[in-house]
Nanobody, 122 residues
Framework: QVQLEESGGGMVQPGGSLSLSCAASGNIFSTVNMGWYRQAPGKQRELVATRTSGGLTTYGLSVKGRSTISRDNAKHTVYLQITSLEPEDTAVYYC????????????????WGQGTQVTVSS
C-alpha cells in the first residue's frame, strides 16, 4: 500500500558530503517515523538516523555529530545529509518508514526502500 522512493547515493570522495532523500507515497495517514539504515557486506543493518513526525530524532553512533536528518511531513519525505564521509561509510542505505494508513482497517507497519549504494572512495 506504500512505496518508498529513494534518491541520492553514488560515489563520493573521502571527506565529502552526501545528501539522500526518501519520499513515501500511497495509502498514508501519517508517517510516524522515517529515516535511514545502512548495511555493509558482512555486517548487520544499523541505524543511521530517524525522525518522527513529532520531531524526535535518533542518530546512530557511527554518524552522530556529522549527520542531519530532516523531513517534510506534508510531502512524506525525509532528508539525510552526512558530512566527512570515510570509506567506512560505504554501504547500501535503506529508507525506513513506519506508516499509519489512511485505511484504518490496515494495521500500521514498517516499510523499506530498495536501497541505494553509497561508496566512499578516491
Amino acid at each position: 500500500q506504500v512505496q518508498l522512493e529513494e534518491s541520492g547515493g553514488g560515489m563520493v570522495q573521502p571527506g565529502g558530503s552526501l545528501s539522500l532523500s526518501c519520499a513515501a507515497s500511497g495509502n498514508i495517514f501519517s508517517t510516524v517515523n522515517m529515516g535511514w539504515y545502512r548495511q555493509a557486506p558482512g555486517k548487520q543493518r544499523e541505524l543511521v538516523a530517524t525522525r518522527t513526525s513529532g520531531g524526535l530524532t535518533t542518530y546512530g553512533l557511527s554518524v552522530k555529530g556529522r549527520s542531519t536528518i530532516s523531513r517534510d511531513n506534508a510531502k512524506h519525505t525525509v532528508y539525510l545529509q552526512i558530512t566527512s564521509l570515510e570509506p567506512e561509510d560505504t554501504a547500501v542505505y535503506y529508507c525506513y518508514a513506519y506508516i499509519n494508513h489512511l485505511d484504518t482497517k490496515i494495521p500500521a507497519r514498517e516499510y523499506w526502500g530498495q536501497g541505494t549504494q553509497v561508496t566512499v572512495s578516491s
